[in-house]
């Protein structure tokens, strides 16, 4: 008559780790935080690369000497990557899915770095310089540290 459901196991605990002085941390909150920063830091991006030849502001002279397909094809890049990272972490459908997002987005920035570098645009290069850390740090955090459980 009365059924019994299965013990449903708390994948939360596994994302606490303990701190110096022996106190818990939820690791797992930091390394959301991080990613919903990072998306937040790619839809400027996007915004950017598909408003740049109508703004003012860093990338006008790349946008009047790249194709327009260019922009929106790493606006396109950007926006895909902030996504990947974003929702298989929050919907914890294919969570692998995060770190392979994370990988791709450490190997634009590596490019983005040496584009800009190449063509002396060193004024692009601090916003590369926050987001290649932000990057590095949710591949390393949800690849080795605290790697998100699937939905079961």
């Not at 002279?61 to 396109?76: C, I, T």
């Amino acid at each position: 008559m009365f059924t019994t459901f299965p013990e449903i196991p708390d994948v939360t605990q596994r994302d606490f780790v303990l701190d110096n002085t022996g106190r818990k941390i939820n690791a797992g909150r930091a390394l959301d935080r991080s990613s919903i920063c990072l998306f937040r830091l790619y839809s400027l991006w996007l915004h950017e690369a598909f408003h740049a030849d109508r703004s003012v502001g860093i990338n006008v002279g790349l946008a009047r000497e790249v194709p327009p397909w260019f922009l929106r094809l790493m606006g396109l890049v950007d926006f895909s990557g902030g996504i990947g990272i974003l929702l298989p972490a929050l919907t914890r459908i294919l969570p692998r899915l995060t770190v392979l997002a994370a990988l791709g987005c450490v190997v634009l920035q590596i490019s983005a770095i040496i584009f800009h570098t190449s063509r002396g645009e060193l004024s692009a290069l601090p916003l590369n310089a926050v987001l290649l850390p932000i990057c590095l740090f949710i591949l390393w955090g949800r690849g080795k540290k605290a790697p998100i459980a699937p939905r079961a």
